[in-house]
């Protein structure tokens, strides 16, 4: 997925709150925070706001903001309550100071006896969630599990589908069944074969888990489903788990292939061929190098950069007599399978590969793209990146580090968070697909610690970091960008970069597409929006409607112009980061005139847009 980046500021959020033009520097406090927000090149934007959450598992906790709340101005003042609690004198003086004020017990506070009397209720709040939090349809449930109740079977029989009726159906005739109809990119409505009030109900539920976040969700799908815990086992990923399991169910015909009579389809001093397309990172061929040894000759096609072959994490099985193919170029080709020619290519390659025999069998799962489908909700492609010097480059994923398969050479001591995104240059036939790495924030460049300064000055930096690494006569290299800043009451400039245009492998119809560059040259295809903050708290920033430019205030303090901003005001990386939050630009959500099917309930262009114009002017 690729990504826009897009920074905002959050002034203040009431005109009445606001300084006036001869107390810009001392005025009272206003009411707006700084927000930093990148627009997401991969089908997703991030929003982010100041709540904090659990500081274990930071940095993959991202909530969804498509159901926009009505937020009071109020809500976006810096309010810090102090208390203390004094010790319980001799003869409970509070008491008595409180009965010659009127207090009666049993009765609440106030001169109409309005106070709360029942004590405070123990706390329910559940996972990450805001205290007090409560979402409709998550209620605790009411039943006691008793696991021992529970029947968990491990075998499996297998039955076979036989047809001895119906003759073989050519491809022209199945070929006239194919009609092509309009998008359909809601289920509410598809009750041919349904009940109605089923299929509402259903999705009703499935809807209340959208509101988890995925720290609860994995704990849940994990108690739900004992099979969870099983995992990747000693391979790679589930994939070779699955694979694993299906070859055992059918007798190990995958491994070790026989005929009807129990011959050996394989015969003497012949290797076992195999094919693993659309495979990546390689689960499936893992299993099988590891069942079979050098004894085992397989061949993977599948697309290049992220979603390539990680042989070097195989662990079980080994890699040296597995050989990848991307089609057209072999080696250097992209290994698109909605591509004939590369179909083509790889089909001629393995069957010179096997003296015109081909393989004995062919492993295949591959699904669309979340960028041909629209949305990247669930795709995990931003993620930190730590480079050691030249091609030594690791990117954490799944809770560990592993060394990336593209060839991208990092100073030593360089840790910054960010993404591969794939620009599209040109139109129609001769259109390319690039991929480069985006810089999102970072916190160390090549060994100088970044992370304490604004994240505009963060980001000149990396912009900076990016212009001395890139090499034009190293095609080989990926390429490495920093996404672009805007404040958030500038969030029209980038709807106004939002175009639709032909792109490939799009069926011929145009997609929406983000301008990368004033000219429209780069482009990709956008997500989301991702917002960080930039101010830290109690600090505000604000606009001097006599001066027009962004000063920084604080209660008890000094205001300061932009240019002045005092080093205690900017949020760190960290207080940047953690907090942020993410608009998603799935189906339903209109952010293009162009777009028509929307769904009540997701945030809308407009409403974010009303939003920030009442908060930021």
């Known amino acids: 997925m690729s990504h826009l980046g897009m920074r905002g500021s959050n002034l203040s959020d009431s005109s009445e709150n606001e300084s006036s033009d001869d107390n810009a520097a001392s005025g009272p406090p206003p009411s707006k925070r700084q927000l930093s927000m990148f627009p997401h090149s991969g089908e997703s934007f991030e929003i982010q706001d100041e709540a904090s959450s659990d500081s274990q598992d930071e940095f993959s ?149 959208d509101q988890l976040d995925p720290h609860e969700m994995m704990k849940a799908r994990t108690r739900s489903n004992p099979f969870e815990t099983i995992r990747g086992g000693i391979f790679l990923n589930r994939a070779a788990m699955k694979m694993a399991n299906m070859d055992k169910v059918f007798d190990f015909m ?86 004939q020619e590369n179909i083509n290519c790889f089909s001629e390659h393995v069957i010179s590969q096997t003296n015109g025999q081909g393989v004995h069998f062919m492993m295949a799962d591959g699904g669309f793209s979340v960028e041909v489908l629209g949305s990247s909700r669930e795709r995990k492609n931003c993620t930190f990146y730590l480079g050691m010097g030249r091609n030594k480059v690791y990117r954490f994923e799944e809770g560990r580090w592993r060394k990336v398969v593209e060839l991208i050479e990092l100073s030593p001591d360089t840790l910054f968070y960010g993404e591969i995104v794939q620009e599209l240059h040109g139109e129609g036939r001769s ?55 805007f404040d958030l009451e500038y969030i029209d400039q980038i709807f106004d970069r939002l175009k639709m245009r032909s792109v490939k492998n799009a069926g011929g119809h145009p997609r929406l597409v983000f301008n990368l560059d004033s000219d429209g040259e780069r482009f990709c295809l956008p997500g989301g929006v991702l917002i960080l903050k930039g101010t830290q708290t109690p600090f505000m920033r604000c606009l001097s409607k006599r001066f027009q430019e962004k000063y920084y205030f604080c209660p008890n303090k000094d205001s300061k112009f932009d240019k002045d901003r005092p080093n205690e005001a900017c949020a760190n990386f960290y207080n940047s980061f953690h907090p942020r939050y993410v608009w998603w630009w799935e189906p ?24 920030v114009y009442t908060k930021c002017t």
């Open 61 to 209: 906790h991202m909530p969804n903001i498509n159901e926009f709340p009505t937020t009071s101005k109020n809500n976006f003042t810096n309010n810090m309550v102090q208390y203390s609690e004094e010790p319980n004198v001799k003869g409970n003086t509070a008491q008595k100071i409180m009965e010659r004020m009127g207090y009666k017990a049993g009765r609440g506070l106030g001169k109409h006896d309005q106070g709360r009397v029942d004590p405070v209720e123990m706390s329910k709040q559940r996972g990450r969630r805001g205290l007090g939090l409560h979402i409709p349809g998550l209620e605790a449930a009411t039943l006691v599990w008793k696991s021992d109740l529970e029947v968990i079977t491990h075998e499996e029989h297998v039955h076979w589908l036989e047809d001895e009726e119906h003759s073989s159906l050519a491809a022209e005739q199945m070929e006239d069944w194919i009609v092509e109809g309009k998008p359909k990119l809601v289920i509410d409505d598809e009750t041919n074969f349904c009940d109605s009030n089923i299929l509402r109900n259903v999705i009703s539920g499935k809807n209340v888990f």
């Open 588 to 611: 339903g959500v209109v952010v293009h005139e162009q777009h028509t099917d929307k769904i009540e309930g997701k945030l809308q262009r407009h409403q974010i847009s009303e939003f």
């Open 254 to 339: 995958f491994t070790k292939p026989v005929d009807e009579i129990g011959e050996s389809l394989v015969a003497p001093g012949e290797l076992l061929y195999f094919a693993d397309v659309c495979a990546g990172p390689g689960g499936f061929s893992e299993y099988v190098l590891w069942r079979c040894g050098w004894q085992a000759k397989g061949f993977g096609f599948t697309l290049r950069a992220q979603n390539d072959f990680k042989l070097s994490n195989f662990y079980a099985g080994h890699c040296e007599t597995f050989e990848t193919h991307y089609g057209v170029g072999g080696s250097e080709g992209d290994g698109d399978v909605f591509k």
């Open 431 to 485: 259109q390319r697909k690039i991929p480069i790495l985006h810089i999102i924030d970072a916190i160390f460049l090549g060994g100088k610690d970044i992370s304490k300064l604004h994240i505009t000055e963060r980001l000149k930096l990396c912009r900076k970091f990016c212009q001395a690494l890139n090499k034009s006569t190293r095609t080989d290299l990926m390429p490495i960008r920093t996404k672009q800043l």
